[in-house]
C-alpha cells in the first residue's frame, strides 16, 4: 500500500475530548513493512521510495544532506508504523490516537487495565505514559502590569529614534537584530517551524502577511491552527504572541526578527478550558511532520516535566526529575526527538521553561531542554540581567544549560483578537523565538552552514554581561544561568565577516531602472572589481558595472526595464571586498538569482488607475524616492502627514500623464526647516482614491 502524508494524518482522526482514559506510548520491536526498504538498498533509490511516498520532501534530503553522507540520508526510521501492529492494538479495545516513526510507537488511549492487553503483545516491547505539564504558560511577574492590556496601535508613539520598530525595538535592539535587518537581511529563503498552541494569524495586522506554507491541528485533526469549535477561548493565545516576535511585520509597531522567512506551523499543545495542558506526544508528531517537509529551524516555547492525569493529580512515578537523573537528553520522549531533528540537520530551538532560578548545581529546566545538539534559551531583561522565573541547568548529565539567552521580559508581541491589539508579556516563550529568528538570519546569508556551525557561531559571539556578584559560578561564561551569553545577531554578522542581503529594491529614472541590494565585509567593499550579471531569459547574462549608492552598503546597477507584464530581469551581483574575495549576493547567485518581473514596473498590470510602489529607501536619512505609475491621465496630490495628522508639506498637486512618475521627499516641510526624526505617512489621491506609504525619517 501507497503510504501518504494524508494517510499518516488521517489514521488517526481522533480529538483531544474524544480519549477515554490516560494516555500512552506502546513501542515496537520492528518495522517489518522496512523489508520493502531494505530491498531497495541504502541511497537514491531509497530516497525516491519515500520521496514518491509523500513521506519525505525534497526539501528535506537536501537539508539532510548537509550533515549525513548520501548513504546514510534516510533511514530505516523514516518508514511509518507497521499497520497490522495497529490494527491488533484496535482489536484489544484501545483508541489509536496518534504515532510516531522515529520512535516506532503509536499513542493509544484507554484504561491501566486496557492497555495491559497491549503488553502480552510479542511486538510490544514497552509501554510509558505520555507527559503532560499542566501550569500557567506565562510566569507570576509583579513588574508585568501591562500583560493582558489590549493596546490600539495609535495609543502609544513609537520613540522618534526607532519609529520603524515601535515598542518591539527594545527587544530587538538588545541582540544587535535591527543592524542586521538594515543589510537587507529578513530570513528570506529559510523554513521556520513553530510548535505551540495555535495561531490566529489571518486576524492580526502584524501577522497577515506572514508566509505560512504548511500548518496542522494536531489536537484535532485538521489543518485549522487558529480556534475552533471544541477550543478553549485562550487556545491560540500564546502561539499567536510567538509567532509575533518571529515573523510579525507591521512597521511603526512591531516587527519580528525573521519576517521573510517562510513558516510551517503546528498546533500541539491542548489547552482545555480550566488548565493548560500540553502534551508530549503532539509535539513530538509534529517535529516529525515538519522535518519531513524540510524545515530549517524550530522554535519551540513549550516544555514539560510533571504528569498531571485526568483528575489532575500528579503521577510522580511517571513525571521527570532531575533529583533522579532524568534530564539527561535521553529520558524524554520530546528530548529524544529533539535529538533526532538535530542529527538529521534541523536547528532545534527551545525554551528553557519559568521554573525560576536554580544554584547552578541543580537543574530547573523542563525538558526537551535536555536534549543535546539543540539550542536551549533562557530570558533576560532588556538590561542582560537574568529573569528570576527562567530556569537554569545543568543537565544531569553535567551539560550547560542554557546555551544562550535572550530579552524575555515585558516583551511587545502582538495577541488576539486583533486586528491591532498588542500587549507586553514575559517567559522564556518569547527569548526562544529570538533566539530562532536570528539562527534564520544566519542561514539566510550562509545556508550552508550546519546546525552546529550556526550553533557555535551564535555561542562564539554572544554578549557575556558583567555581573556584580561574587558568585563565581554565574560570572565565569559559559555557566548555567546565562549559558555562552546573550544571543547578538550583530556580532555573528560580523564573525561571518561578508555576507549579503536577501532582498532587492528598485526605482526608476528616465528610461532606465535601477536595481539595489546590500552587501558587508569587515574589510570593506572594493566597488571598482565588483559587478553585476543580468538577464532576461535566465539562460544568457551579461555583465555590467556598479556603483555605491548614498544608503549605507548599497550596490546598484542600471538596466532597461521589462517591457511587458511577463517580461523579466534575472540578476545577481558578484561583490568584491578589499580583501580580495569574492560572494554572490544572493547567496546562490546565477543558481538562484533575483528577479524583477515585468509586472512591478509596467502599467499594464496595474489594478485601478494607478500602482503605488514602496517608498525607497524605507527608513531615510537624506531622501525618499514615492514612485507611481498611472493607467490614465489623472489628478494626483501628494502631501505628508506626521503621526498626529497634521500636514507636513505638500509633494506635487497636479495633472499627470499616464506611464511611470517619480518624486521626492527629502525630510523638509514646508518652511524649508528639516522634520524631526520619526514616523510619517506620504498620501497619494488620484482622482480621489488614495492610498498611504509608510516612512521613517531618521536625522
Not at 477515554?20 to 520493502?36: H, I, T
Not at 520532501?57 to 537539508?63: D, G, N, S, V, W
Not at 486576524?203 to 506554507?213: G, M
Not at 524616492?625 to 491621465?633: A, C, F, Y
Request: hydrophobic share 40%; net charge negative.
Amino acid at each position: 500500500m501507497k503510504i501518504t502524508l494524508a494517510f499518516l494524518l488521517t489514521m488517526f482522526a481522533l480529538t483531544e475530548s474524544s480519549f477515554c482514559g490516560e494516555k500512552y506510548w506502546v513501542f515496537f520491536r520492528d518495522k517489518p513493512n522496512a523489508d520493502a526498504f531494505k530491498r531497495f538498498g541504502q541511497g537514491e533509490r531509497a530516497e525516491e521510495c519515500l520521496l514518491k511516498s509523500d513521506i519525505l520532501t525534497r526539501r528535506a534530503i537536501e537539508r539532510r544532506l548537509k550533515v549525513l553522507p548520501p548513504s546514510k540520508v534516510v533511514s530505516e526510521s523514516d518508514f511509518p508504523v507497521y499497520a497490522p501492529y495497529v490494527d491488533s492494538l484496535r482489536s484489544a479495545g484501545l483508541q489509536v490516537v496518534g504515532a510516531s516513526r522515529w520512535l516506532n510507537a503509536a499513542v493509544v488511549a484507554a484504561d491501566s487495565s486496557v492497555v495491559a492487553r497491549a503488553e502480552k503483545f510479542p511486538f510490544v516491547v514497552a509501554i510509558k505514559k505520555v507527559m503532560s505539564f499542566s501550569v500557567e504558560m506565562f510566569p507570576h511577574m509583579p513588574w508585568r502590569d501591562s500583560f493582558g492590556r489590549l493596546m490600539s496601535v495609535s495609543s502609544s508613539p513609537p520613540p522618534a529614534d526607532s519609529g520603524f520598530y515601535g515598542p518591539s525595538y527594545a527587544q530587538l535592539a538588545l541582540s544587535g537584530i535591527p543592524r542586521v535587518q538594515a543589510l537587507g537581511i529578513d530570513g528570506k529563503g529559510v523554513l521556520i517551524g513553530m510548535l505551540d498552541t495555535g495561531f490566529r494569524y489571518e486576524a492580526h495586522e502584524a501577522l497577515q502577511n506572514v508566509k505560512i506554507v504548511g500548518e496542522h491541528d494536531f489536537i484535532q485533526n485538521d489543518s485549522i491552527t487558529a480556534n475552533q469549535p471544541g477550543d478553549a477561548p485562550v487556545q491560540d493565545n500564546h502561539g499567536t504572541s510567538t509567532l509575533s516576535v518571529l515573523g510579525g511585520y507591521s512597521p511603526g509597531n512591531l516587527i519580528g526578527v525573521a519576517y521573510g522567512s517562510d513558516f510551517m506551523l503546528a498546533k500541539t499543545e491542548y489547552v482545555p478550558v480550566t488548565d493548560y495542558k500540553w502534551e508530549e506526544d503532539n509535539w513530538v508528531e509534529g517535529l516529525e511532520w515538519m522535518e519531513a517537509r524540510g524545515v530549517d529551524v524550530v522554535s519551540s516555547s513549550v516544555a514539560y516535566d510533571i504528569f498531571v492525569d485526568s483528575s489532575g493529580a500528579v503521577d510522580s512515578a511517571q513525571s521527570y526529575f532531575w533529583s533522579r537523573g532524568d534530564f539527561n537528553g535521553k529520558t524524554a520522549i520530546s528530548s529524544i526527538a529533539a535529538s533526532r531533528a538535530a542529527q538529521l540537520g534541523v536547528i532545534v530551538v527551545q525554551a528553557m521553561g519559568n521554573e525560576g532560578n536554580g544554584n547552578g548545581l541543580v537543574g530547573t529546566m523542563d525538558v526537551p531542554a535536555d536534549a543535546d545538539s539543540i539550542i536551549s534559551v533562557g530570558a533576560v531583561d532588556v538590561n542582560g540581567n537574568l529573569a528570576g522565573f527562567s530556569s537554569t541547568g545543568p543537565t544531569n548529565d553535567g551539560r550547560i544549560k542554557p546555551d544562550l539567552v535572550a530579552d524575555g521580559t515585558n516583551d511587545y508581541v502582538a495577541v488576539v483578537p486583533g486586528p491591532d491589539t498588542y500587549a507586553y508579556e514575559s517567559g522564556t516563550s518569547f527569548a526562544t523565538p529570538i533566539t530562532a529568528g536570528i539562527a534564520a538570519l544566519i542561514l539566510s546569508v550562509r545556508p550552508d552552514y550546519t546546525p552546529m556551525e550556526v550553533i557555535d557561531l551564535l555561542k562564539r559571539t554572544a554578549v557575556q554581561n558583567p555581573i556584580a556578584t561574587s558568585d563565581s559560578m554565574m560570572t565565569a561564561y559559559p555557566n548555567n544561568f546565562y549559558g555562552w551569553g546573550i544571543v547578538n545577531a550583530w556580532n555573528a554578522i560580523k564573525s561571518i565577516g561578508f555576507v549579503g542581503s536577501n532582498s532587492f529594491s528598485f526605482w526608476q529614472k528616465g528610461k532606465l531602472i535601477y536595481i539595489a541590494a546590500r552587501a558587508y565585509s569587515t574589510s570593506g567593499v572594493d566597488i571598482g572589481l565588483s559587478k553585476a550579471y543580468y538577464s532576461t531569459d535566465n539562460v544568457h547574462y551579461y555583465s555590467t558595472p556598479v556603483f555605491q549608492t548614498d544608503t549605507l552598503s548599497q550596490i546598484a546597477f542600471s538596466v532597461a526595464p521589462p517591457t511587458s507584464v511577463a517580461g523579466h530581469v534575472y540578476f545577481y551581483f558578484d561583490i568584491v571586498d578589499s580583501s580580495g574575495k569574492s560572494l554572490d549576493v544572493p547567496y546562490d547567485g546565477s543558481q538562484a538569482p533575483f528577479d524583477l518581473a515585468g509586472w512591478m514596473v509596467t502599467p499594464q498590470s496595474i489594478t485601478g488607475n494607478f500602482l503605488l510602489l514602496d517608498s525607497y529607501p524605507n527608513p531615510f536619512s537624506k531622501e525618499t524616492h514615492i514612485s507611481l505609475m498611472l493607467k490614465n491621465e489623472a489628478n494626483v496630490r501628494i502631501d505628508v502627514f506626521d503621526v498626529l495628522g497634521r500636514k507636513v508639506k505638500a509633494i506635487f498637486d497636479g495633472r499627470l500623464a499616464s506611464g511611470y512618475q517619480a518624486f521626492v521627499w527629502d525630510g523638509s516641510t514646508e518652511h524649508q526647516r528639516m522634520a524631526g526624526s520619526g514616523v510619517y505617512f506620504i498620501k497619494v489621491d488620484v482622482d480621489g482614491s488614495v492610498k498611504t506609504l509608510k516612512v521613517l525619517y531618521l536625522k
